[in-house]
């Protein structure tokens, strides 16, 4: 079985609160892109789950979200039989686009089939949840939605079933780390906005139903830009540099380190790639909606 992983982008991402449990409460709009790693599973007979990928950059042992999203089902639907996970990464580690938690969600819908567990999207999204905070999103196969809670309560936004567009993604030769940027976060408070978060997602919607690119940026907005950019200069140049090439819907995700602009056709994506691939320690990207 082969499969493809997708990344994923925020287009919004407002962080409302710090919770109880340390976790914050956030609104945030999901979008799906075609940047993808490759997931290979195939049965083995031991009772064992194996996993290997093609880069050091991430785990190949229990802690990688891939094989506990397999330890998961095997463990609690006492499965006898095994499984090999090779992992073909593409997506940028630690960028903010989700690639490990897109990366279990391909195990948990694969073994779904493969062991036949019968378990329908509520159910694995239950199950799911707690391997990441964008597991989710994945499982709802769907291009755009919004999310509330820790981004976890996930509603599909149909009404942009056939919107699409063009990102090109910078990202800088640094990993950012979510905790510290939460934490600097925390430090920092929140700034006082004028509209509500319920609001701007509907703007939001709006525009991109419309694919107005200078209505769209307007209304990009992500809470952790602002710490992420304290603790890691570097994305604030990238921000600076794709602006200063015209680009006006610019945003980091999650909480970083990947820098996306949104344009509408596809030669200007590649033509913007071409000036920004001068700098050769930002990773550049071109992705479309899928
Ligand atoms: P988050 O915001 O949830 O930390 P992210 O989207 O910024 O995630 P990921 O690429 O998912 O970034 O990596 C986050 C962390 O998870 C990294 O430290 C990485 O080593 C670890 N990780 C574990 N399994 C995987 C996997 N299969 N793919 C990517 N990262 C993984």
Known sequence: MVLNSYAKLNLYLRVLSRRKDN???LKTVFERIDLHDKIILKPIASDRIKIT???KLIPADESNLAFAAAGLLKNKFRIRSGVDIKIIKRIPVAGGMGGGSSNAVCVLCALNKLWKLGLGKKELVMLGRRLGADVPFFIHNT???KAGGRGDDVRPLSQLRKSRFWHIIAVPGIR???PLVYQKWDKIG??????????DVKMLTSALRKKNISLISKILFNSLEEPSIKLYPEIGKIKEKLSSLGLKAVLMSGSGAAVFGMVCSKSEAFSLARQL???RTWRICIARTI
């Open 277 to 279: 691939r001068r700098n």
């Open 190 to 199: 929140q700034k006082v906005r004028l509209t509500s978060a319920d609001s």
């Open 176 to 178: 950012a780390s979510t």
């Open 23 to 25: 976790y914050h409460s």
């Open 53 to 55: 990928a093609d880069t």
């Open 143 to 145: 291009s755009f939605a």
